[in-house]
């Protein structure tokens, strides 16, 4: 969930920013080498659900599949690639409704931050109790900082990122450019921190950090709002 809105389109976030223009359903390809990125926009707040497509391997991951399994079921159809895994940027009910109705389709792990399990565990600490249905999610694979795995031919790098809360993470994909940033980074802003365990003194450490130390031209994808890359942001948002 975002701070404030996004800020307004700027084309000087570098060579890039036209393949980071569409959302709802788009393929975006990312120009690097064998990623194709579908989006949907799920759930009552809008949360962008990522397909990220391998289209040597013809595998798949799914990134926060917030609502609405059937839609990304329908997508993931679409794509005609098999899914391997679900990864969790973290553990709030806009980001984690349709996780066991996918994991029983596919029967394929689910990935989240160790320090994320007791907040995924509780309906409560999600918000998920509020909701339709109380959701408690239990990882098939707990990750720590820095930590590395492949999926779908993809080795996947793990950022802690605290802030939004206690466990909340980036997945970094080195080769292609790519980082799903969750409620982290957002176009111009960042996540609310204004939730239990959220910090704004841990939000900027983890901007810093992003910011600071990966290409300008890694193309960034959030939990909500539109797409941007790490050079836009160290130019243009205001809360680093």
Known sequence: ????????????????????????????????????IACCVLGMVQTNVYIAVNRETQELFIVDPADRADVIIRKIKETGACPAGILLTHGHFDHIMAVDDLKNAYHIPVYAMKDE????????????????????????????????????????????TP??????????????????????????????????????QDMQKSLHRLLSSLPEDTAVYPGHESFTTIGYEVRNNPFV
């Open 1 to 36: 969930m975002s701070n404030v809105p996004p800020a307004d389109a700027d084309q000087r976030s570098g060579r890039r920013t036209d393949r980071l223009q569409g959302r709802k359903g788009d393929i975006v390809n990312t120009g690097k080498k064998n990623m194709d």
């Open 117 to 160: 399990q007791d907040l995924l565990a509780s309906p409560m600490a999600n918000m998920t109790i509020y909701r339709k249905n109380s959701v408690a999610i239990v990882p098939d694979m707990m990750m720590n900082d820095l930590d590395t795995f492949r999926i779908a031919g993809f080795d996947i790098q793990v950022l802690h």
């Open 163 to 200: 802030g939004h809360t206690p466990g909340s993470c980036c997945y970094y994909i080195k080769d292609e450019g790519v980082l799903f940033s969750g409620d982290t980074l957002f176009r111009g802003s960042c996540g609310r921190t204004d939730f239990p365990g959220g910090s704004m």
